[in-house]
């Protein structure tokens, strides 16, 4: 089995996203067959989604990992609830973690979570620096654990 994990921007753009999902398609396609593949997502709105969405579409199987007990009900926004339920459903696997609320150490346990079983880290970054817990910081965790990271940032993208 390849497991690839994903981390990447929340706020990108429609375009961004459409051409986002392309490259990783191409991606996931070269990485195997995807009967052996299995992608890692935290299913949040932008590139989460993208990332799953991809790999459900290839055959491949979803791993979803919630950071907390209630992320549904506390996080989730309207205009991204029925992506997310979609995603949910399709998912082979669901880790909740053992939070009762969404937060920074929710957020930095799902991502431990996240790059710990992931063979590789597909990460939907622009390259600026972020706050704690965010792309950039996925990125470098990542990459102090040694877990390869492809960058995905297609000529043209933008955050919304």
């Given at each position: 089995?390849?497991?690839?994990?994903?981390?990447?921007?929340?706020?990108?753009?429609?375009?961004?996203?459409?051409?986002?999902?392309?490259?990783?398609?191409?991606?996931?396609?070269?990485?195997?067959?995807?009967?052996?593949?299995?992608?890692?997502?935290?299913?949040?709105?932008?590139?989460?989604?993208?990332?799953?969405?991809?790999?459900?579409?290839?055959?491949?199987?979803?791993?979803?990992?919630?950071?907390?007990?209630?992320?549904?009900?506390?996080?989730?926004?309207q205009d991204h609830a029925e992506q997310?339920?979609?995603?949910?459903?399709?998912?082979?696997?669901?880790?909740?973690?053992?939070?009762?609320?969404?937060?920074?150490?929710?957020?930095?346990?799902?991502?431990?979570?996240?790059?710990?079983?992931?063979?590789?880290?597909?990460?939907?970054?622009?390259?600026?620096?972020?706050?704690?817990?965010?792309?950039?910081?996925?990125?470098?965790?990542?990459?102090?654990?040694?877990?390869?990271?492809?960058?995905?940032?297609?000529?043209?993208?933008?955050?919304?």
């Open positions: 089995m390849t497991r690839i994990g994903v981390t990447g921007h929340m706020n990108i753009t429609a375009d961004t996203a459409a051409m986002v999902y392309d490259e990783i398609t191409r991606m996931l396609s070269a990485a195997g067959p995807s009967n052996e593949l299995v992608g890692i997502s935290c299913i949040a709105r932008g590139a989460d989604s993208v990332f799953a969405q991809a790999v459900l579409d290839i055959g491949g199987r979803l791993e979803v990992v919630l950071p907390c007990r209630n992320y549904r009900e506390r996080k989730v926004k997310f339920d979609a995603l949910l459903d399709r998912a082979d696997v669901v880790n909740v973690l053992d939070f009762d609320v969404a937060g920074p150490e929710a957020y930095e346990a799902a991502n431990e979570t996240l790059v710990g079983s992931s063979d590789r880290l597909i990460a939907v970054w622009d390259g600026k620096p972020s706050e704690q817990g965010g792309t950039g910081t996925v990125v470098e965790f990542a990459r102090g654990k040694g877990v390869p990271v492809d960058i995905v940032w297609p000529t043209g993208s933008s955050r919304a």
